[in-house]
């Protein structure tokens, strides 16, 4: 089952903050965000694993509450790099296939 | 590292032919997975292949149909192309033994 995203689209200024959701409704094992930018192929941001620790790089980190499927990408004093679609991938128990959100789109604005 | 390579880029066919796209995954990774991504659906998993063997397969016709050489290179076949056969093809590698998925930067199939 396809991991809801919200919002599906959210606009910032530079230096502005913004928080991605993605939530399942099935036990998973993983959570994958990914961005991609137009006419581009997703890029790998970070892996959160079940019972790994929040992970971080820079002023993009994101947490994974196993307890309610929900995993948050947290973009924080936001570039104008960082517009693009931000896509979960989230991965069950012995599977290693990704079932993708229908993404969100981040547009930062000077 | 060369990343994920992926041929041809952009294809044109006609509804009921059949295509071939290929895939030559990161130096050292065995594991090769296909997704097709389109607006309306989004990004959605076609198959996985390790050592030349599919090991998972999404919910797909059996007219899409993959292979994985010995190289680790993989190919993806669509017989009988459909109109909402168009779409990006996005083929991801990884290590085996690892979960981060790099994409490629696929092949963009339009059916006319």
């Known amino acids: 089952q396809q991991p809801v995203q919200s919002p599906q689209a959210v606009i910032l200024r530079e230096g502005e903050d913004a928080v991605i959701n993605c939530s399942s409704s099935?036990?998973?094992?993983?959570v994958h965000w990914y961005r991609q930018k137009h006419g581009e192929a997703p890029v790998f941001l970070m892996i959160?694993?079940?019972?790994?620790e929040q992970k971080g790089h820079e002023k993009i980190s994101a947490s994974f509450n196993e307890k309610k499927q929900q995993s948050s990408l947290y973009l924080t004093a936001s570039q104008l790099s960082y517009s693009g679609t931000y896509f979960c991938?989230?991965?069950?128990?012995?599977?290693?296939?990704?079932?993708f959100g229908s993404g969100t789109r981040l547009q930062v604005q000077p | 590292k060369a990343g994920v390579t992926q041929t041809p880029r952009y294809l044109i066919k006609t509804r009921g032919q059949q295509v071939t796209l290929s895939c030559s995954p990161i130096?050292?990774?065995?594991?090769v997975s296909w997704y097709q991504q389109t607006p309306g659906q989004g990004l959605q998993f076609l198959f996985e292949?390790?050592?030349?063997?599919?090991?998972n397969k999404g919910n797909f016709p059996g007219r899409f149909s993959g292979r994985q050489f010995s190289n680790s290179r993989s190919e993806m076949n669509v017989s009988t192309l459909e109109l909402g056969d168009s779409a990006l093809y996005l083929c991801?590698?990884?290590?085996?033994?690892?979960?981060?998925?790099?994409f490629g930067p696929g092949t963009r199939l339009t059916v006319l």
């Open positions: 991801a590698s990884s290590e085996w033994g690892t979960d981060t998925q790099y």
């Open positions: 099935k036990a998973l094992y993983s």
């Open positions: 959160l694993l079940k019972g790994g």
């Open positions: 991938g989230t991965e069950g128990a012995g599977r290693r296939a990704l079932t």
């Open positions: 130096s050292g990774h065995r594991s």
């Open positions: 292949y390790f050592s030349e063997t599919q090991r």
